[in-house]
């Protein structure tokens, strides 16, 4: 190739990769919430959806990370950082509401392109759970580490033992601790598991969750974010899916695996988590969680088609792509909080 038309493809090359990085970060700031969600149509990759409106600030922040090269896990557990270290979030990392004996424990998992994945649960007084699930996948045999012995690694690692119960989480669980009722309050607040899935500019997927879990749990209760399969499931070769929501009924059901195996049958994003939440309804209609039960999904497909559908409604997520930046959805729902 002569050295002129060396020149001219990488230059193409180049503005082929500022374009596709060109609409996301800047714009996360003043994103507005849309009523409903675009069209289904393939968008510019590289795509990232994170669930609730804290996927804003962290689809910024690992769209800039992969911007700069990284690679797709690493802008994963980049984005996912940022609602770990916001205090006010209160249902994920520094700030998360405690379990009914005032202890913050966490829950993260995370996975890759090559299906390799990582997970800690139950975790205790580590900042960033995400970071140590990394960790798992990357420097041990396995897929899951629990309670101390996530928390021996993580020290073992290099991480620092850190109080994670603020004043004002603190001074929530003092109130609850007044009339002691279990009752989950999955999205009321707008802040719950933060989900995150990413299609990088080549098409390959990766994935997380993190969170502190369901407020005023028993000591000791895992919930679906760190199960692979449940809060989260990719195949490269198809798609990914990630939850929200009251995690027993995810894991009952195994959400997330539902719904890619869905997507690999030829459903839409939206189609296979609308599918995969009817099917909880169904099974969950006479439960005893029904009155309180809230589940929501997010999807993307190897062809950078997204969705997500939610029992009730209330449930939002944060699209970032290159076509439309970095904005909120809200997607179709099957029945009200007062149905
Ligand atoms: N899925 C989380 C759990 O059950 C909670 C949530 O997403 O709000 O621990």
């Avoid at 800047?26 to 849309?34: C, P, R, V």
């Avoid at 997330?256 to 099917?279: D, F, H, T, W, Y």
Wanted: charged share 25%; net charge positive; aromatic share 6%.
């Amino acid at each position: 190739m002569s050295s002129r038309r060396k020149f001219i493809k990488k230059a193409a090359l180049g503005s082929v990769a500022l374009s596709a990085f060109s609409a996301c970060g800047a714009q996360a700031a003043e994103a507005i919430s849309a009523n409903k969600t675009i069209p289904l149509k393939p968008v510019k990759k590289p795509v990232i959806i994170s669930t609730w409106n804290h996927g804003l600030a962290a689809n910024e922040a690992a769209w800039n990370a992969l911007k700069i090269g990284n690679s797709g896990i690493s802008a994963i557990e980049t984005g996912l950082k940022i609602s770990e270290a916001d205090p006010k979030v209160r249902s994920v990392g520094y700030g998360g509401l405690p379990d009914r004996e005032g202890k913050v424990t966490l829950d993260a998992c995370i996975m890759d392109q090559n299906s390799d994945c990582g997970s800690v649960s139950f975790l205790q007084d580590i900042k960033h759970p995400i970071s140590v699930a990394r960790k798992v996948l990357e420097e041990t045999p396995h897929v899951m580490l629990t309670g101390k012995g996530a928390q021996d690694f993580a020290l073992a690692q290099g991480f620092k033992k850190e109080n994670l119960l603020t004043a004002e989480s603190e001074k929530a669980w003092k109130n609850w601790l007044e009339k002691s009722k279990y009752q989950p309050v999955i999205n009321i607040e707008n802040h719950d598991t933060i989900s995150m899935l990413i299609i990088d500019a080549d098409g390959n997927l990766s994935g997380g969750c993190t969170t502190s879990g369901a407020a005023w749990k028993m000591h000791g209760r895992v919930g679906d974010s760190p199960i692979i399969g449940a809060g989260l499931f990719l195949d490269n070769e198809v798609g990914g899916a990630a939850a929200t929501g009251l995690g027993e009924a995810v894991i009952r059901t195994a959400g997330s695996a539902m719904v890619v195996e869905l997507m690999r049958q030829g459903k839409s994003p939206n189609e296979a988590c609308k599918i995969i939440v009817e099917r909880i309804y169904n099974k969950h209609k006479n439960h005893k969680d029904m009155p309180y039960l809230q589940v929501g999904f997010i999807a993307v497909n190897k062809q950078g088609e997204y969705g997500g559908y939610s029992l009730r409604g209330g449930f939002n997520f944060a699209i970032c792509d290159g076509e439309n930046g970095n904005r909120m959805e809200k997607p179709d729902f099957k029945m009200t909080w007062k149905d």
